[in-house]
Protein backbone atom coordinates (compact mmCIF):
# COMPACT_ATOMS: atom_id res chain seq x y z
CA UNK A 1 0.00 0.00 0.00
CA UNK A 2 1.27 3.74 -0.59
CA UNK A 3 2.49 4.95 2.34
CA UNK A 4 3.65 8.74 1.24
CA UNK A 5 1.26 11.36 -0.01
CA UNK A 6 2.67 11.37 -3.50
CA UNK A 7 1.99 7.47 -3.69
CA UNK A 8 -1.30 7.90 -2.04
CA UNK A 9 -2.41 10.20 -5.41
CA UNK A 10 -0.58 8.18 -7.92
CA UNK A 11 -2.88 5.34 -6.38
CA UNK A 12 -6.05 7.51 -6.51
CA UNK A 13 -5.13 9.31 -9.99
CA UNK A 14 -4.45 5.45 -11.63
CA UNK A 15 -7.62 4.63 -10.20
CA UNK A 16 -9.16 7.01 -12.29
CA UNK A 17 -7.47 6.48 -14.95
CA UNK A 18 -7.96 3.12 -15.42
CA UNK A 19 -12.16 3.64 -14.84
CA UNK A 20 -12.10 6.35 -17.86
CA UNK A 21 -9.73 3.85 -20.08
CA UNK A 22 -12.17 1.07 -19.39
CA UNK A 23 -15.67 3.09 -20.02
CA UNK A 24 -13.52 4.07 -23.48
CA UNK A 25 -12.79 0.58 -24.39
CA UNK A 26 -16.25 -0.50 -23.49
CA UNK A 27 -17.50 2.35 -25.74
CA UNK A 28 -15.38 2.04 -28.68
CA UNK A 29 -16.19 -2.46 -28.41
CA UNK A 30 -20.13 -1.67 -28.79
CA UNK A 31 -19.15 0.42 -31.95
CA UNK A 32 -17.19 -2.01 -33.17
CA UNK A 33 -20.63 -4.82 -32.45
CA UNK A 34 -23.01 -2.27 -33.78
CA UNK A 35 -20.55 -2.65 -37.47
CA UNK A 36 -20.84 -6.06 -36.79
CA UNK A 37 -24.88 -7.13 -36.28
CA UNK A 38 -25.05 -4.71 -39.37
CA UNK A 39 -23.16 -6.97 -41.43
CA UNK A 40 -24.57 -9.87 -40.06
CA UNK A 41 -27.86 -8.46 -41.42
CA UNK A 42 -26.65 -7.70 -44.58
CA UNK A 43 -27.61 -4.60 -44.33
CA UNK A 44 -25.34 -2.41 -46.32
CA UNK A 45 -26.63 1.10 -45.78
CA UNK A 46 -26.67 0.40 -41.48
CA UNK A 47 -23.22 -0.95 -41.94
CA UNK A 48 -21.76 1.71 -43.63
CA UNK A 49 -23.17 4.31 -41.25
CA UNK A 50 -22.17 1.99 -38.23
CA UNK A 51 -18.92 1.67 -39.77
CA UNK A 52 -18.10 5.50 -40.55
CA UNK A 53 -19.28 6.48 -36.71
CA UNK A 54 -16.67 3.18 -35.44
CA UNK A 55 -13.79 4.20 -37.63
CA UNK A 56 -14.04 8.15 -36.01
CA UNK A 57 -14.12 6.20 -32.54
CA UNK A 58 -11.07 3.83 -33.12
CA UNK A 59 -9.23 6.64 -34.73
CA UNK A 60 -9.86 8.50 -31.52
CA UNK A 61 -8.79 6.08 -29.55
CA UNK A 62 -5.32 5.19 -31.31
CA UNK A 63 -4.96 8.53 -31.05
CA UNK A 64 -5.22 8.50 -27.12
CA UNK A 65 -2.57 5.72 -26.74
CA UNK A 66 -5.71 3.37 -25.78
CA UNK A 67 -5.28 1.02 -28.28
CA UNK A 68 -2.32 0.61 -31.36
CA UNK A 69 -2.76 2.26 -34.16
CA UNK A 70 -2.22 -0.54 -36.18
CA UNK A 71 -4.93 -2.60 -34.25
CA UNK A 72 -7.31 0.02 -35.35
CA UNK A 73 -6.66 -0.30 -38.76
CA UNK A 74 -6.72 -3.86 -39.09
CA UNK A 75 -10.18 -3.55 -37.69
CA UNK A 76 -11.16 -0.82 -40.28
CA UNK A 77 -9.82 -2.86 -42.92
CA UNK A 78 -11.33 -5.86 -42.23
CA UNK A 79 -14.87 -3.76 -41.36
CA UNK A 80 -14.49 -2.23 -44.82
CA UNK A 81 -13.44 -5.58 -46.49
CA UNK A 82 -17.18 -7.55 -45.58
CA UNK A 83 -18.72 -4.54 -46.44
CA UNK A 84 -17.78 -4.03 -49.67
CA UNK A 85 -18.23 -7.80 -50.32
CA UNK A 86 -22.21 -7.56 -49.10
Do not use: C, P, W
Not at 41 to 48: L, P, S, V, Y
Not at 58 to 65: E, N, P, R, T
Amino acid sequence: MANTAQAKKRARQGEKHRQHNAAQRSMMRTYMKKVSAAIAANDKEQANAAFKAATSILDKMASKGLIHKNKAARHKHRFNNKIKAL
